[in-house]
């Protein structure tokens, strides 16, 4: 059964860093993009980052060029998402996803989602 739980969310200062975490399992994740998205509280869920099935191709949100670094290890099948500089606009629940389609953001192209963690950004 195919599974993945986000973690490493929490309570962060702007300007601050954090790292969440994708655990899959049930299945190989090798063979799937892997898409990160968030969700602000009245908001549509928007992509912020992808990560290819190698880790070599990488796409992410104007927002946060520069400032968010996805990865992968499928030899333990972990993707990271890497936050730094975050804004108080960085908020809100973070999500990851596979799809079998190309790094891409939109949220259609993904079929299988994590329970998703909560960021917030705020002195």
């Known amino acids: 059964q195919l599974q993945l739980v986000e973690s490493g969310g929490g309570l962060v200062q702007p300007g601050g860093s954090l790292r969440l975490s994708c655990a899959a399992s049930?299945?190989?994740?090798?063979?799937?993009?892997v898409g990160w998205f968030r969700q602000a509280p009245g908001k549509d869920r928007e992509g912020v980052a992808c990560?290819?099935?190698?880790?070599?191709?990488?796409t992410y949100r104007d927002a946060v060029k520069g400032r968010f670094t996805g990865s992968r290890d499928n030899a333990v099948t972990t993707v990271y998402l890497q936050m730094a500089s975050l804004e108080p606009e960085d908020t809100g629940v973070y999500y990851c996803?596979?799809?079998?389609?190309?790094?891409?953001?939109?949220?259609?192209?993904?079929?299988?989602w994590g329970q998703g963690t909560q960021v917030t950004v705020s002195s």
């Open positions: 990560i290819g099935t190698s880790g070599g191709s990488s």
């Open positions: 996803a596979v799809s079998r389609a190309r790094c891409t953001l939109p949220t259609q192209f993904y079929d299988s």
């Open positions: 049930g299945f190989t994740l090798a063979d799937y993009t």
